[in-house]
């Protein structure tokens, strides 16, 4: 696992401080900062959040960001039971609300959880993705593939809960391994990232478990599998000046950390 320093992080991609950006819970302090540092730089104009939960992310990234056009929240109905006992407080029982009277918002709601989401559900070109939904290792999983399949052009991926949460650890470790430390894990924070690139999801290999839920995307759209995930890159980074290569800018790289990473306190232990 890469590992970009806290202060370098926000050296290269700029300042992620706002009204409202911190304080939020189930989180580090600078977690929301980090993601939407990112958005600011990347000047991601499609969003998609899995587990928009009230809307408070989707709220601040709106306000902050005025270029983005399209903002999808996803979630799941207030009576929904998560596969993990621990995250039943975090189902929303109004979901998307705090971002609601954004015109740039929607709110989609998966009646069986994000598994129950294909490619077609979603917008065709997507510059940033959330993924902040289930921690369970499947869904995770689903969530990325399905990430990955909307991004034909590229963009960034964002991952919450690395290492706090033991699904979402296993789901970025075993991509790391099978393609070579492409996701970043931002000290001080439990948020991972990744530069994707390229224009269609190719096998992940065996390293990934197989899910009876894979299927084809529709015509048009990279194949989709949940344990179907390879690196993409795209316009927004090559504007950014940040490196198509799915890496980090050559002097970001020879400062990292290539370490495991350790659980910072406060954490939900999800399992």
Known sequence: MNVIGYDLFFELFGSGEAPGARGQIYSTPADRPALLALARTMRSRTVIEFGVQEGRT????????????????????ADFAPALVIQLPEVPQIAGHRAAGDGRFELLIAEGGSRTLSPSDLPDRVDLVYIDGSHAEADVRHDTA?????????????????????????????????????????EGTWICFELFRGNACGALGSSLPSDPTGMAAVAGRAEYSPDATAPVAGAAQQESGVPPSGGLAPQASSRLQDRPAEPFGGGVPCA
Not at 58 to 77: H, K, S
Not at 151 to 179: F, K, T
């Open 146 to 186: 399905l990430a990955r399949a909307a991004m034909p052009l590229g963009g960034v991926i964002v991952w919450h809960d690395y290492p706090s949460c033991i699904g979402v650890q296993r789901v970025i470790d075993q991509l790391n391994d099978a393609e070579g430390d492409h996701i970043a894990l931002i």
């Open 58 to 77: 989707a709220a601040l990234l709106l306000r902050e960001c005025p270029w983005i056009e399209r903002y999808v929240g996803i979630d799941v109905p």
